[in-house]
């Protein structure tokens, strides 16, 4: 809430330099990840659906394939797993860059020029992981659906079929929960990993501490926000 | 209290003030003993430096300036005001009034010594993007920066460091410079060209530095005002 009250008060050339680090950030954890992402999501896609195909098909149930595609790829394992890869990426950088900024002084020089370490620092890292974590995820879902459809296929399913069964389950509330989640999963990973971050005090040896303390904190509240995001939206 | 609020409550405070010394330590107990009670005046214009033994307490005496930490017996005043007693968001409009090197230098690793230098003067001013080029280009030649601004910090040596930090204290023209062990690992030459650089108002004029160090070189000797030994926490040589 402080860097985000603290951003009102950015002059001209403040917000310059604080779209750059953005831009910055976006980069590293969105563009640079996506390759990971969609490599994870169509292999999950499509080991869930192949196997699904198989299972239900014994039982004669497999118009619940939307179901298990929507409700367990789309809904909980997406979010989750590009949480996760993020965390493990960007997270530990963000921890690590933060510790080593204050055990160098750094945090203590930006105060001592005026300038608002929670500005500079911590506010364009959180945007950023909030926009990159929303998008990835978007990705891991467009991603997912097509690697669903190959499995399918290569199970004897049409295009026509596979898309009426996904698009039965498929809703516009699935977008917006999927959209809240980047948005929540993406901002605790910046705090969190921040916070620990920032805490250190000792010196140098403390730092991969704090990245194992900000990654620890980050994944349990991920898994408390994804129960939490469950019963809300049931 | 928002930054315009700050800063107009800061002009309005530092108005009341306007003939108050630049900086004062007033009886702060520099090492935490009541006992030891340490009491300095800068005027405007004058460069100070408090010279003393690692442990003396000489350590402190730029954090203090800054309101980086506060005395646990005593007061500092700077341009009037107690500055212990601001605000966390006063006290960042208030610094900006200052200019500070810290021990070693305080530079970011991941900027280059240009856009070090520049930070203060895009972040605490309302300049446009040109404007703000220009000032850093002024900065950066006036320091002799240009052939190595483009470097991190890391790949440069600690001269040019130095100057770089040097560069970013001033930045913002302050009234009051405060340096912490500047010239450590500096020739004498180097010393006296920073000391010179930072003393000198853009105006032309001179402003008020405090410096502190574990000695002086005679080169040094010859720019300071006045030079104060500080043994346990207490001044015990005030020489001009």
């Known amino acids: 809430m402080r860097a985000v009250r603290a951003a009102a008060r950015l002059t001209r050339a403040g917000r310059w330099v604080m779209l750059r680090v953005l831009i910055n950030q976006i980069r590293f954890t969105a563009l640079q990840a996506i390759v990971l992402v969609s490599f994870l999501a169509a292999i999950l896609a499509f080991l869930v659906i192949s196997q699904s195909i198989r299972q239900l098909g014994r039982f004669g149930a497999i118009d619940n394939l939307g179901t298990i595609m929507v409700v367990a790829v789309i809904r909980e394992l997406g979010p989750l797993l590009t949480a996760l890869i993020v965390v493990s990426r960007s997270g530990t950088a963000i921890a690590a860059e933060m510790a080593t900024n204050r055990v160098m002084g750094e945090v203590t020089a930006l105060e001592a020029m005026g300038i608002d370490p929670y500005i500079y620092l911590v506010l364009p890292r959180m945007l950023g992981a909030i926009v990159s974590v929303a998008t990835l995820m978007v990705v891991f879902d467009a991603v997912a659906l097509t690697s669903g459809y190959v499995a399918a296929a290569t199970n004897g399913m049409s295009l026509n079929r596979y898309t009426s069964i996904v698009l039965r389950t498929l809703s516009a509330g699935d977008v917006w929960l999927t959209l809240a989640k980047g948005v929540f999963f993406g901002a605790a990973v910046a705090l969190f990993c921040s916070y620990h971050g920032l805490a250190v005090k000792a010196g140098p040896t403390e730092i991969p501490q704090a990245v194992t303390r900000g990654v620890v904190a980050t994944i349990v509240a991920i898994f408390i926000m994804s129960a939490v995001f469950v019963v809300i939206a049931s | ?240």
């Open chain 2, 1 to 240: 209290m928002t930054a315009q609020r700050a800063s107009s409550f800061l002009t309005a405070e530092l108005a009341k003030f306007a003939s108050a010394p630049p900086l004062a330590y007033r009886d702060v107990a520099l090492l935490g003993r009541p006992d030891r009670r340490f009491t300095l005046t800068l005027r405007f214009g004058e460069v100070v430096a408090a010279i003393g033994d690692e442990n003396s307490g000489i350590e402190v005496l730029g954090t203090l300036a800054l309101g980086l930490a506060a005395p646990t017996a005593g007061t500092v005043e700077v341009f009037g005001l107690p500055i212990a007693e601001l605000s966390y968001y006063d006290l960042l409009v208030f610094r900006r009034r200052l200019g500070y090197l810290p021990q070693g230098d305080g530079l970011l690793q991941n900027l280059s010594l240009r856009d070090n230098v520049a930070l203060p003067v895009r972040f605490a001013t309302d300049h446009r993007l040109r404007e703000v080029d220009a000032k850093v280009a002024q900065l950066v030649e006036d320091f002799r920066l240009r052939a190595i601004a483009g470097l991190r910090p890391a790949q440069a040596n600690e001269e040019d460091r130095r100057r770089a930090a040097a560069a970013r204290a001033v930045a913002l023209d302050p009234k009051l410079v405060v340096l912490e062990l500047p010239f450590v690992g500096l020739s004498g030459r180097a010393a006296m060209d920073l000391l010179e650089r930072v003393s000198r108002s853009e105006e032309g004029g001179r402003r008020a530095v405090l410096l502190t160090s574990r000695d002086l070189t005679p080169s040094v000797r010859g720019l300071v005002s006045r030079v104060v030994r500080v043994v346990d926490g207490v001044a015990v040589e005030d020489e001009k």
